[in-house]
């Protein structure tokens, strides 16, 4: 609002015993008496007379200014706010207002009041109120125009004054105003895009046209390249010598891979002889060879190896190992068994539909270099164990740390020992909000990528359920494509927190595990870490014993290290005992780790 302003320009005493004044100074001005109890009496805006104020019961003389006043208001401690609740009007309003009359002088006198403005203010805000809910923001005209009309007509107001001549001005505020240049510029954007998409296109038509031409030229060329090239042998000699011919500025570079070809070769054919050779004495021990024939049979094998290496490299010369205390043609000493070791009872079954090895627990008898057991052979197992690694993403990234480094571990393991991983298939699921498959299921050979686990948020066991099983079904028909012997699936679960569904995992878990729906039910390790659930964990396992759940006062990364171990130790040995013949499986709690059913 506008700056205060005072209707009652002078206040004085009526004198009882001398003369006053007896005339308004100013035309404008109306004459106002008050006496001690209150009365209030203008006589037609006139001052009383000299003998009228001889002891006269009036004891003040007010002048009440009775001029319109033209004052212009802005609204912003009661802005109006529109439609949507979120955007707000400015507004203007330029109004007059005065003293009714003579009445509205003594009015006013007796309300006491200084300042007619909050009068005013008052009741133009009460005017207004709610009036802009019926506008959207870009509607500032509209409710302008409805404003006017609300406060066209001059309106009576209490105590004693008018208010005409009102002229409302309606426009959005400042963040209103670019809220709306901004639909105003996407509007203007949208008009050109429109305009400008018909030559778009026809730049576009016509770039597809220059590539087209352009691609036709390339293939020419690498026609050409591969019909000059077309005699070359493919293999690394014929791979570096045609680098060589494209680049002939780098012959340093064309000796460096031959040179590093040949260590690579010679590397390789090495390990193999020393490979061969300890089959060799492992075989002459356990009395399936003669010692005469070690010679000859070494000599045969290492050449196949050096021509398996892709080159003619001689191998090393190693001398034939000699079995302790034998002479040529003698059959090696028997010595008596170790005592046997028993195993875990917890085996898991064949998958259905599918020829499964004998399933009893099984005991092992190890052998060393100077005892054999049996001059028995024993027979490896011929078909494929079907193994999945479910883990949690959602871990901090200490955790994922040290289960990186167990996977890197693994996958050392498993490469480094073909008829161990021979008879495994390895598959690694990420799980978090959503379940993503990291290493697809397959034999783990060097050439095989080392899996990599990556930090992610949420959780969900019904996503990994629903992922897992059709996996499940996809996998084993595969491999049964193979004419290859499935095992009852492995599930190793491990978890670390809740899952965002809380109990709705439920019914997809049953999915999984139930074997009159699902022909391929996998047996369910689970390991639970940091903030899971023993609860939940024991629910999940297959079997009492396959739930285990780190101790309460063990940190998550000490945890996770436990867990990485347990996954490395618990898969190799298993491949050694199925490579060995044996399809037993074993379980022993991680470190650290105590039955999840305990737990609860």
């Known amino acids: 609002m506008s700056q205060p302003v005072s209707l009652i320009v002078s206040q004085s005493p009526v004198p009882r015993w001398g003369t006053g004044p007896t005339k308004a100074r100013e035309p404008h001005l109306a ?10 009496v203008c006589f037609d805006g006139r001052p009383l007379r000299a003998g009228q104020q001889f002891l006269s019961k009036y ?10 006043q033209h004052r212009t208001a802005v609204l912003e401690n009661n802005p109006l706010v529109s439609r949507d609740g979120v955007h707000v009007f400015q507004v203007t309003v330029s109004f007059t207002f005065r003293v009714d009359g003579w009445t509205g002088a003594e009015d006013w006198v007796r309300s006491g009041l200084q300042d007619p403005l909050p009068v005013v203010h008052g009741h133009l805000v009460s005017r207004f109120h709610s009036a802009g809910q019926g506008f959207g923001i870009e509607q500032a005209v509209d409710l302008q125009n409805h404003l006017t009309r609300l406060c066209a007509s001059p309106v009576s ?22 809220y709306l240049e901004t639909l105003i510029e996407a509007g203007w954007t949208e008009s050109i895009g429109v ?11 016509r770039a597809g046209d220059l590539a087209a031409v352009q691609q036709e030229y390339e293939i020419g060329a690498t026609q050409r390249h591969d019909a000059a090239f077309s005699g070359m042998l493919m293999n690394s000699e014929g791979l570096i010598r045609q680098y060589l011919n494209t680049h002939p500025h780098d012959a340093a570079g064309a000796f460096a891979m031959s040179r590093q070809l040949e260590e690579a070769r010679a590397a390789t054919a090495e390990l193999q002889n020393q490979r061969a050779l300890g089959l060799f004495q492992v075989m002459a021990e356990k009395g399936l060879i ?8 070494r000599q045969h094998l290492t050449g196949q190896v050096g021509q398996a290496t892709g080159g003619h490299v001689q191998l ?6 000699q079995l302790p205390g034998a002479r040529p043609w003698d059959s090696p000493p028997q010595g008596p068994a170790a005592p046997p070791q028993q195993t875990d009872p917890a085996v898991p079954g064949p998958a259905p539909g599918s020829a499964t090895p004998t399933t009893a627990a099984a005991t092992a008898t190890p052998t060393t270099p100077d005892t054999a057991a049996s001059s028995a052979v024993p027979v490896p197992f011929s078909g494929a164990a079907l193994i999945y690694l479910v883990i949690d993403e959602s871990l901090n990234s200490d955790c994922l740390d040290e289960l990186n480094r167990g996977l890197a571990a693994l996958h050392s393991a498993l490469s480094g020992a073909p008829g161990v991983s021979a008879a495994l298939r390895l598959c690694l699921l990420g799980m978090a909000a959503g379940t993503e498959l990291r290493l697809p299921l397959e034999t783990v050979l060097p050439s095989t990528r080392t899996p990599i686990l990556t ?12 992922t897992l099983q059709a996996l499940l079904r996809q996998d084993v028909a595969l491999v049964k494509t193979q004419r290859t012997q499935v095992l009852r699936p492995i599930v190793f679960f491990l978890t670390g927190g809740v899952p965002d569904e809380g109990p709705g995992w439920d019914a997809a878990y049953r999915e999984l595990v139930d074997q009159g729906g699902n022909p391929v039910v996998p047996h369910l390790i689970v390991l639970g870490i940091g903030g899971a659930e023993a609860r939940a964990v024991r629910t999940m396992a297959t079997r009492p014993e396959f739930g285990f759940m780190a ?27 199925l490579s060995s013949g044996d399809p037993q499986f074993s379980l022993v709690a991680p470190d650290g780790f105590r039955a999840a059913e305990d737990a609860l």
Not at 33 to 39: D, P, S, V
Not at 157 to 178: F, I, N, Q, T, Y
Not at 290 to 297: R, T
Not at 553 to 572: E, G, M, P
């Open 31 to 40: 004459v106002v008496y008050a006496t001690a109890t209150g009365e209030v």
């Open 59 to 68: 004891r003040t003389r007010y002048e009440v200014d009775m001029r319109p």
């Open 157 to 178: 107001l209490s105590p004693g004054l008018v208010v005409e001549g009102c002229r409302v001005s309606v426009r959005p505020d400042a963040k209103s105003l670019a």
């Open 195 to 205: 305009a400008e998409h018909v030559p778009n296109i026809g730049a576009a038509h």
């Open 290 to 297: 003669q010692a005469g024939d070690l010679d000859l049979l």
């Open 316 to 321: 090393s010369a190693v001398a034939t190992p």
């Open 455 to 466: 930090g992610r948020q949420g959780l969900s066991y019904e996503h990994a359920f629903r």
């Open 551 to 577: 101790a309460p006062n063990q940190d998550a990364a000490s945890a996770a290290h436990s867990c990485a171990a347990f996954l490395r130790d618990t898969i190799v040995a298993y491949g050694q005992r």
